[in-house]
Structures are given as C-alpha cells and as structure tokens.
C-alpha cells in the first residue's frame, strides 16, 4: 500500500497543545514546577537517604500549593478532580518516589477521608492532611487478602458501653502489608475492617486510627514494622501494621455510607451489603486513575530519552558513504519504539478522556454510569501500566549499554514501574471486572450474584453485545455511515479501523457469552465453567479496552490544529495497524483478514515506522518533558563509550 508523503515539518507546539488538552494550564504548571524540584538522583544503597530526600520535595510540594487542586474550596482547596489527577500524572516524568508518596499521602490517605468520611472528618482532618501537619497511611491491603477486599480480616468491634470501636489484627495474615508511610513518617491510618456491631459483621469499613504519637514513637496496641529494601520506589516507607486491641472513638468511623448512632444501633443509607460495599470503594476510583495516568508519563519519558539516542548513536559505516548510520534510520530499531510511542500517544488520550468522565460524574447521574466509569478505569489502568513496562524495557535495549547505566534513568524507570501492574488492583483481576461489567451492562444488582447467578443472568438477559461509545460520538457514527460496505484492503481507512476493533469486541464477547450459558445447565459446575472460559474472559476485556483507545484517539484527531492532523492520523494508523498485527493469528483464524490482507499489513506497518521516523523527534518534543529530566550522559553525548569496567 503506498502512503502519501506527510508534508514539510511540524511545529511540537501544535501537538503538545492537543496532547495537553483540557488540563493545559495544570500541565503548564506542573512543568515549571518540575523545573524546580530535584531530578531523580537514581537508586542507592541508603534507603534513609533516599525516604529523607522524597520527604523533602514532598514539604516543597505542600509549601507550593500542589495538593489543593483536589480538595473541597470550604478546606482551602480548588475542588478541581481532573485538575489534581493531571497534576499528579505529570509528576511521573521525575522521581517515581515522590509520585507515589504523593499518591498515599494526598490521593489514597486525604482522598479516603475525603470519599469515605463527612463534615466532620473534612473540618478535623483535611487542611492538616494537605499541610502535611498530618501524615497519613491508607491501611487497606493485608497479608492474606490483597485483591478479595471483601475478605478483610482485621476487625473494628464497637464497645457500646465506652462508644468506641476496638480494632484488631487476630492473626498474622491480617497484618496490614506494603502500607505507605507506615514503616517511617505515618502518624494516622486509614484502616479498612470489619465492622462488627452487636455481634454482627457489616461489611468493610474504614476507620482512622492513630499509629504513631507527636514523638514518632508508636501508639499503644500499634505495632509497626519496615517492609526494608524493594527492588524499586525506596524514597517510600512501606512498612506493616498490627493492630492489638486499639480503641478509637465512635467518630473515627468515616461514615458516608454507615454509621454507629449513639445507641449502638447501625445504620446506611444502602441497605444491601454487597451494593454498600462496592459503592464504597468505587469513590476510591481517583487512585486507580492516577496510576494510570503515572505509568503514563513513565513512558514518554523511556521514549523521549531512547529517541533522543537514537537520533544521535551511530552504528555500521552506510556502504561508499564512510558515514555512520543513525540506529533510527534502521528498520528494525523503528520498530521497536515508533510502535511503542503510538501506542503512548493512544493511551495518553484514552487517559484524558477518563479523566474527563471522572471529573465531570455526578452523585446523581444514573448508577450504571458509575459502574461503567469504574470499570474503563479499570481496564485504563491495566492496560497503562503493562504497556509501560513493555515500553520502558523495549527501551533499555534500545539504548544497549547506556540504557543499563543508572545515570540514564531507564533502568530506575523499570525498577519503580514494575509493581504499577499489581498495585491499586492487580491487572489480571481488573480485566475479569471490565469483563464482568460488559456481561451485566454495569447494573448494579449483580455484584452479589456469585458465578451461578451471573451465568444464569447472562444466560436471561444478554441478547447480544452492544457497543457503548465513550468519546467521539458524532465523528465515529458520520465516518461509518459515509464509509459505505467496507472492504479490509483498506488498511488506512480510519472506518475500516473503527469497524475492526469494533467487530472484534463484539464477536469476542458474545462467544463469550455462549461459553458461560453452559454453567446454567444441571450438570455443570459454574466456578468450573467461569474458570475455564478466563483466558476469554480476558481476551473480551482487552478487545474492549482497545477499541475505546482507539475512540479517544479518533477524538483527539477530531480537535487537533490542522497543521498537526495528517502527522497525527499517521500515529494513529501505526497504533491501529500494529494493535491489529498483535493479534493477527484471532483475525485470521475467523476471516477478518486473508493472508494476502495480513502481509500487507505488516508491509504498511513498515511504511508507517518509515514514514514517521523524521518526526520521530517532533513527537516526543511534544510531550513538553522538563530539560532537567532528560539531561544526562547518554542524551548529552550518544557517541559517548560505555564504560563496562
């Protein structure tokens, strides 16, 4: 298939200002604020000097008005969601540590008091959290239970005859494990438990319970350890907590969704336990989002840093030239990253377009969309941070041994990313949720179904897939209607691309769907059944989570300069075309591409990595990195030698 020269060059400017989107101030800001802090010092052995240092530039974010952005004007905040969650995105182009320690601090520790408590948790407790006059942990996780929350197994009894909850660890696998800020600054936790009110367990709740007193020294029944050295994030203090009968008053429940009255008598506004329970953890979701909006940045950064080399490291004398080739004029390193950088610049609109319905929801739109939301960040987030540990170590090996140098960042980058993929939900288990919301359309009366009852509601009530579109409403419905009857020769046509990631959710999920009807009959087993159909379970989720991608993209095109827009729809063809190249074998195996069809593909794959190659440059100059964060050795001199001693 042959392309069409893309014209002249293009200004960054125009793509940054696309890239920055609705947040374009926030991000102007969070830059010149980059400008100011440290750059990343790389990993030590001294992992005191490395919590001492996060601390610090934690103190300078405070003293600078960072954590404002989210919370409440009436507590000194700005009330802008979106705003801080692109604040927060835009910390993950510099030290991993400081994002994170700002995420347990601001985002898990402030955003659960925030989410989960009332007027008088917000009035006690907010300013100081933001002033960091408190210090805070989010004691969610334990030891036995990480993604079955449900499942808790520390306790918080009320004691009605001193209105006070007493909380518990009552055995080892309920120490609350990997808690940010416990093992050194944390002074106050959030403890999720289960409540157990005369005699009764409510579900789990959250609680704030001292952990440490004004000396730093443990509160009584507390016992606090250091989860030491990790392979990456040591500017953090993750550490355990063990509770031994601490008593916290009555009103140290955070009680929006349940509360203990003065007679001991329990009460919430949702009466049924399972509906409670996962409308208390979806106003949790603004961490979930975060993550994936820092595994995000993580990844322009590996790319704007292994580009930048690439463009200057010679390799191989060009035959009767006796010039060195650049390694990004060859082929094979172009497919390596141009590739991986579409598939940045797909998931960076996937993500502003998330974090646009996050900040636009309101309490009383309709339930479902709720679910719907919880369960694209979800996905996001899954399919974010995977890709950023794909991206950041393609990279390395892009940069041979100057991606190996600690001085380069890339290999700090893989150290602190890699746990991105299990924490704030683990990645496998938040596709069978995308894929749990697809089978029941995000009503919200299933979640206490068990596997049975979801067979059988899926059995009921499913008549066939239906494809819910999350952005660029108006251009998709005008590109398919004008497209007319579509042909796969055409590659490039963005219909044809729409059709295909379209086409593909839609058969997966519905042969999913006939797979599942087997658990309904007499004989069937439904944990069995529902265990055996995983792999389609996750196939259907990710088919999912790629098609809104690509709508976000298409949205993105739709807003774009038009200086910038044939160079754009370009990316957009590589991310489209390789996705597609991924999964040839599911294509080919049901007929959507002949192999005739699937070579050229490949072929136009190819052309695209060659069409692109001279703006290769331009697109990660776009993304508006800091100087600071992209100076060093291998940048500064990609001639230089790597010293192998």
Partial sequence: MKLSPLEGSVDPEALRRVLDGRWEAVRQTARTRMRELEPPAGETSDVEEQR??????????????????????????????????????????????????????????????QALGTERHHAKYLRAIMDLELLGCFAMTEAGHGSDVAEL??????????????????DESARKEYIGNAARDGRMAVVFAQLVV?????GVHALMV????????????????????????????????????????????????GDVDADGVYRSPIDNPSRRFFTMLGTLIRGRVSVAGGAGSASKTALALAVTYGEGRRQFERPGTGTEVRILDYLAHQRKLLPALATTYAM?????????????????????????????????????????????????????????????RLTQLKADTDVFTTFEGDNTVLLQLVAKGLLTRFQHDVDDLGTLGLARFVAEQFAEALIERTAARSTIARLLTARGEPSEADLLDRAWQLEAFEDREKHVLEGLVRRLRRATS????PFEVFNDAQDHVLRAARAHVDRIVLEAFVAALDRCDDSATDLLGRVCDLYVLSTIEADRGWFLEHGRLSPATS???????????????????????????????LDVPMTRDPQAPVDRT
């Fill in 52 to 113: 001492e240092r996060v601390l610090a530039e934690l103190h300078k974010l405070a003293e600078g008005g960072y954590p404002g952005l989210g919370f409440p004007k009436e507590y000194g905040g700005q009330g802008d969601i979106g705003g801080s969650v692109v604040s927060f995105e835009m910390l993950g182009l510099g030290d991993l540590s400081l994002l994170v320690k700002t995420g347990v601090q601001w985002g898990l520790f402030g955003g659960a008091v």
């Fill in 153 to 170: 197994r520390t306790t918080a009894t009320y004691d009605p005859e001193t209105a006070e909850f007493v909380v518990d660890t009552p």
């Fill in 522 to 525: 007499d004989d069937a087993d």
């Fill in 198 to 202: 005369d005699g009764t367990s409510q």
């Fill in 210 to 257: 001292p952990i440490r007193d004004d000396k730093g020294r443990p509160c009584a029944g507390v016992r606090i350890g250091d989860c030491g050295h990790k392979g990456g994030l040591n500017g953090v203090d993750n550490g355990r907590l063990f509770f031994d009968q601490v008593r916290v008053p009555r009103e140290a429940l955070l009680n929006r969704f």
């Fill in 348 to 408: 960076h609109f996937a993500q502003e377009e998330l974090v646009s319905a996050l900040h636009d929801i309101k309490e009383e739109d309709e339930e479902w969309r709720q679910r719907e939301l919880e369960s694209r960040a979800a996905g996001i987030k899954a399919v974010s941070t995977w890709h950023a540990t794909k991206v950041i170590q393609t990279c390395r090996e892009a940069c041979g041994g100057a991606g190996y140098l600690t001085a380069n």
């Fill in 599 to 629: 070579k050229a593909l490949i072929e136009t794959v190819n052309d695209l990595c060659k069409a692109l190659r001279p703006h290769a440059r331009t697109l990660v100059d776009a993304f508006a990195i800091p100087e600071n964060l």
